[in-house]
């Protein structure tokens, strides 16, 4: 697709990054220009949700250590987050399991992606503003948390949107973070 079209797309669906946008064209597979342009507006429709995101006040995380016979502990996050609005949400299906990786930066990873990308789309003049590592933020694609990065690198990433950490405790089969917004 040449240049001039894709800005045109772009005027039309100005929440997809650049790149995701070049992506979804050149891999689409719809054989007319009306189911393309579907696609691309419902691409469009999950960005904006992505990005219109509210801002977070607080954030709480508890990790549960489960044993498996297989894997070794694998974490289960339960997560809650107030919004600046007073609004609280929770999510408490986050697992993952396997072995080669930081396990505990992932579970983290897919909650705080689950709430956080609109605060990091909003941080996203990556010239003068740069993340720490752990926060992937390409020009062209929508930023997000990473996982298997490390406990501290994902931390380090929240202090970098503005949070401190209240208060955090381990044990043997948990872990705990208190963030609030400064």
Known sequence: MKKKEMKELQKQFPYIP????????NSSTYKTERGLMKHLAKVN??????????DVKRIEMTVEWSKSSMWGYNPHLRGYVQFEDGRWESNTDIS?????????????????????????WRRRNYRTNKPPYGITYQKGWF??????VGENCT????????FKLVSSSHGKTFDTYELARK
């Open 18 to 25: 650049s790149c995701e946008l070049e992506y979804e064209v």
């Open 45 to 54: 429709d999950e960005c904006r949700g992505k990005a219109e995101q509210p």
């Open 96 to 120: 993952c399991g396997g072995c080669g990786y930081d396990k505990l930066s992932t579970v983290m990873a897919d909650f705080l992606n689950r709430h956080l990308r609109g605060m990091l």
């Open 143 to 148: 930023p997000h948390f990473d996982g298997g």
């Open 155 to 162: 931390i380090s990433g929240l202090m970098w949107l503005g």
